[in-house]
C-alpha cells in the first residue's frame, strides 16, 4: 500500500506564487509517473501535469509557461511550482502516482487564488 501526503496549499493573490509538494511512503516497490491533478467546483478532476520516472513531463495548456513539475526520486517526491497565479486556478489539487502498476490518489490540498 502507497500512501501520498501533499502540502502547500493556501490562499494567495492573483500573480502570486505556491509550491506544492508530495511525498508517496509505504512498501513501494517501483514508482513510474507522479503528477498533480486538480478539481474545481462544479467541474470534473483534470490533469495539470505529470512527470515519468525518466523526466518526461506533460503539462495542462492551461499552465504551460506557469507551472514547473519536478521530481525527487530519492526522496520519492513531487513538487509543483505554481507561478503566476490566476483566479482560475482555484481548485484542490490532488497529488497523484503509479506505483508498483497501481494507481494512488492523495486526499487533497485546497489552493485559492484571489483577484
Known amino acids: 500500500q502507497v500512501q501520498l501526503v501533499e502540502s502547500g496549499g493556501g490562499l494567495v493573490q492573483a500573480g502570486g506564487s505556491l509550491r506544492l509538494s508530495c511525498a508517496a511512503s509505504?512498501?513501494?516497490?517501483?514508482?513510474?509517473?507522479m503528477g498533480w491533478y486538480r478539481q474545481a467546483p462544479g467541474k470534473q478532476r483534470e490533469l495539470v501535469a505529470i512527470v515519468t520516472s525518466g523526466g518526461r513531463t506533460n503539462y495542462a495548456d492551461s499552465v504551460k509557461g506557469r507551472f514547473t513539475i519536478s521530481r525527487d526520486n530519492a526522496k520519492n517526491t513531487v513538487y509543483l511550482q505554481m507561478n503566476s497565479l490566476k483566479p482560475e486556478d482555484t481548485a484542490v489539487y490532488y497529488c497523484y502516482t503509479d506505483a508498483d502498476r497501481s494507481g494512488y490518489w492523495g486526499k487533497g490540498t485546497l489552493v485559492t487564488v484571489s483577484s
Open positions: 509505504g512498501s513501494i516497490f517501483s514508482i513510474n509517473a
